[in-house]
């Protein structure tokens, strides 16, 4: 919610709020379980403006086991109606972004050890020099038609704020340094909002991540993992809390709109972002949620649409013997 609601009066000294306020028709189910019964109640209890209380009262959806009421009741009674530490999470993201660049600068470098970071590079380089999205390392140079866009689009911009390589490649590992703050502190974000775990837990939890040698190494290599885990953990994030949790079928349908945009985003920094797509597409189908289902297909679709035909003209123009020589290499 993005503003405080207020509860509807039915007595002088009785205040009531209900998920059935929000629906279409007050016969339509509300199968929730877990995260999304849980977020519901949390902020129904934070968001709202209840004003003094004397008592609080949560009715509890029925079917759900005593242990998990016993839980959901626990949970309630833990929450405080103030608002999500976004401030918080934003300057954690800027200190850790600060952390893991200086450690990328300051730290061995090395270009070409994956291989794909070298084709990542010069690819940016053919962007960032106006002669398109091309393998300039190959003769003929030809068009890069395998990997996603993206990535050496952002490194691209390495070039044309940092010069030339390698006096740039501080400028490219920047992309991997923003990328690893971010998705450690929506990491933090999920387990906090999410998953409800308390704060000695989330912050152990973060420092552990913080701290892991894969992480750090990641950071030292023009790479575009780190920035697909970001993206693809921010849909995950909106679909888990803010869609799941949304008051009205509006409100659902704006978040959906956004985290069908990352999905396609991920998708277009590496191809196995369509196994986000699809777990997406999935899960809406078996709520039976077409209407949402389509929305997703249709954001996806539109945002995918100019690189696929890109891709299909681009193989077209190097021709078979190119492309086959662009495919050797990975089989």
């Not at 999304?36 to 934070?46: N, S, V």
């Not at 608002?83 to 800027?94: A, E, F, G, M, S």
């Not at 490194?155 to 490219?172: D, H, I, K, S």
């Not at 539109?302 to 123009?317: E, K, M, S, T």
Request: one cysteine or more.
């Amino acid at each position: 919610m993005t503003e405080p609601l207020t509860p509807m009066p039915v007595l002088e000294n009785l205040l009531v709020m209900s998920i059935s306020f929000f629906l279409d028709s007050p016969d339509t189910p509300t199968i929730w379980r877990g995260p999304l019964k849980g977020g519901i109640i949390r902020q129904f209890i934070a968001d709202m403006e209840w004003g003094p209380l004397d008592y609080l009262v949560v009715d509890l959806p029925p079917g759900t086991g005593v242990p998990a009421c016993y839980d959901d009741a626990a949970s309630c009674c833990a929450t405080r109606p103030a608002r999500r530490p976004v401030r918080y999470t934003l300057i954690l993201t800027v200190v850790l972004f600060a952390v893991y660049w200086l450690i990328a600068a300051s730290g061995p470098r090395a270009v070409g050890l994956w291989q794909d970071d070298a084709i990542y590079v010069c690819t940016a380089k053919s962007l960032a020099a106006g002669t398109g999205y091309r393998h300039i390392e190959l003769p003929g140079a030809p068009l890069q038609t395998q990997y996603p866009i993206l990535y050496p689009a952002l490194l691209a911009l390495g070039f044309l704020v940092g010069g030339e390589y390698p006096q740039n490649l501080t400028w490219l590992l920047a992309p991997s340094a923003l990328a690893a703050a971010g998705l450690l502190a929506l990491s933090f974000r999920y387990w906090r909002d999410v998953l409800s775990a308390g704060w000695p837990l989330a912050v152990l939890a973060g420092i552990l991540a913080a701290l892991s040698p894969a992480v750090w190494s990641f950071v030292r290599f023009p790479m575009s993992d780190l920035p697909y885990g970001v993206l693809a953990l921010a849909a995950v994030y909106i679909v888990d809390h803010k869609y799941a949790s949304a008051p009205s079928d509006v409100r659902g349908r704006r978040w959906l709109l956004v985290a069908a945009v990352l999905v396609a985003l991920s998708m277009l920094t590496r191809s196995i972002g369509i196994t986000l797509a699809a777990a997406l597409l999935a899960l809406l189908l078996w709520q039976r949620r077409w209407r949402h289902a389509g929305l997703v297909v249709l954001v996806v679709g539109v945002c995918l649409a100019p690189w696929y035909a890109r891709q299909f003209l681009a193989a077209r123009a190097n021709g078979a013997l190119q492309s086959a020589f662009l495919i050797a290499p990975n089989l």
